[in-house]
């Protein structure tokens, strides 16, 4: 009988324990709303950019005779880096300047041969012309003759002969003359010839005249290239040494002394601290928004703790740049420069790497939920699980702005109200009894 009634007890104790089991309510994960802010926002690599900076260019090529700067140190405008060997160039410059002294040599010969033919044509052209003024006599005087034997001859006085002789000297003494005369005003146009070419050959003188003779134009023509040449080592001579456009910080600069430079060699570059802007490309998708004057969070990582700074956005690139990623996919991405939203990015250094953190939508006070507590009841009805006196209801929600795993939701919800945390992890039906599990 006793062993009857115990096991009744227990039969009825497994009933009890079974019903409890089937028709307790179901725990289920929930969270509690609550205000909070909500952020929509990515990082990118970004690279610190010299607001000041200017590359130094050696004007010329050659060895490098002196090197003053050096990588990290400080310069004022106008101190001297660099200074180039100048011997070869030097040697080039009294070469060509004996080449234009042998030039100026050959014109004060010919200057010295022309004074000698004028000062022979006159002296030719001044006894030519006592010679052409006895001429002029003999040409009368036979004349006079040869008219005295006409009229002799008329009256039988000279035969025809001595008539002939007196023809034959009378013209013998004119072709003399003419002859003379000729030779004058040859002498004369000779003249005319040299004193035009000694009133334009001068010393010095670079203006090529058609009339001027071949060897004055060749001799000048050499003289002026010459020249040319001499100007342009001048200047290269001025550019030996190199001194800061501005000033700043040296970089770049691995030079040694000794070492033979070609000709358009960066030499080195010299930026100023503490002025910079961060380059930064961000994915096409990304740019929506982004705006001009928004803020960012510049993040420098370093081992004794990272460091943040204030930027703003300055200026977005029209165009999109091909850009390869670290796994090597070309990607299509903008260019965003920011520049400093504080006085002063103390503690950066040029061209150094550093995340940007881009904020596109932001929150403050709204309620937000994980994005697995949202169902869809139709395309784009949004709805979730709200548990209210232990029973489930389904509530109309919008979505705000979303994070990768968070989204804020908008509706006929407040804060406190109890939330099922994943809405596709039990079969939930309207108004279920369930026991929150938060």
């Known amino acids: 009988m006793k062993k009857r009634i115990t096991i009744i007890i ?22 509690a709303l609550e205000y909070s802010s909500l952020e929509n926002s990515f990082t990118e690599i970004g690279e610190v950019i010299p607001l000041m900076e200017t590359d130094v260019y050696g004007k010329i090529g050659g060895r490098l005779l002196e090197v003053k700067a050096f990588a990290g140190s400080n310069v004022n405008m106008g101190d001297l880096l660099f200074v180039f060997d100048t011997s070869e160039l030097t040697s080039e410059e009294k070469n060509l300047q004996a080449q234009i002294a042998v ?7 010919q200057l010295i041969d022309l004074t000698l033919q004028k000062s022979s044509l006159e002296s030719a052209i001044a006894n030519n012309k006592i010679m052409l003024e006895q001429a002029q006599t003999e040409v009368n005087l036979k004349g006079d003759s040869l008219q005295a034997a006409t009229s002799l001859y008329e009256i039988g006085g000279l035969t025809s002969q001595e008539l002939l ?73 001025d550019e030996t040494e190199v001194n800061a456009p501005l000033a700043g910080i040296v970089r770049d600069s691995s030079l040694k002394t000794g070492q033979i430079i070609p000709y358009g060699t960066k030499l080195c570059s010299i930026y ?19 705006n001009i004057g928004d ?33 090597g996919l070309s990607e299509k991405r903008v260019k965003v420069e920011i520049s400093m939203a504080e006085e002063n ?14 904020i596109t939508a932001k929150s403050n006070n709204c309620l937000m939920v994980p994005k697995t507590a949202l169902f869809e009841e139709t395309e784009n009805n949004w709805n979730v699980w709200v548990i209210r006196e232990g029973k489930t209801m389904a509530i109309a929600v919008e979505r705000g702005i979303q994070t990768p795993s968070q989204v804020e939701i908008r509706g006929e919800i407040f804060p406190g109200d109890i939330i099922i945390k994943n809405a596709k992890t039990s079969k939930i039906t309207v108004n279920t009894s369930v026991k929150a599990v938060l």
């Open 10 to 31: 227990i039969a009825v104790a497994l009933l009890s324990l079974i019903s409890w089991a089937i028709l307790r309510p179901p725990a289920i994960e929930c969270i």
């Open 103 to 109: 030039i100026d040599s050959q014109i004060t010969t």
């Open 165 to 237: 002789n007196a023809q034959s000297a009378y013209e013998q003494a004119y072709k003399n003359k003419e002859l003379l005369d000729n030779q004058q005003k040859q002498a004369a146009i000779q003249l005319s010839t040299v004193n035009n070419q000694l009133n334009d050959f001068r010393l010095g003188q670079g203006v090529e005249k058609e009339t001027d003779s071949a060897l004055k134009q060749q001799l000048l023509a050499q003289k002026n290239a010459l020249e040319i040449q001499l100007a342009l080592l001048a200047e290269k001579l």
């Open 272 to 290: 100023q601290a503490d002025f910079y802007r961060i380059d930064c490309y961000i994915l096409v998708e990304n740019t929506a928004g982004i």
């Open 295 to 327: 803020k960012v969070e510049i993040t420098l990582r370093q081992k004794d703790g990272d460091k943040i700074y204030a930027g703003l956005v300055d200026r977005i690139a029209l165009d999109a740049s091909s850009i390869i990623s670290k796994v």
């Open 345 to 358: 990015w103390e503690g950066l250094g040029p061209y150094w790497p550093v995340e940007v953190c881009f």
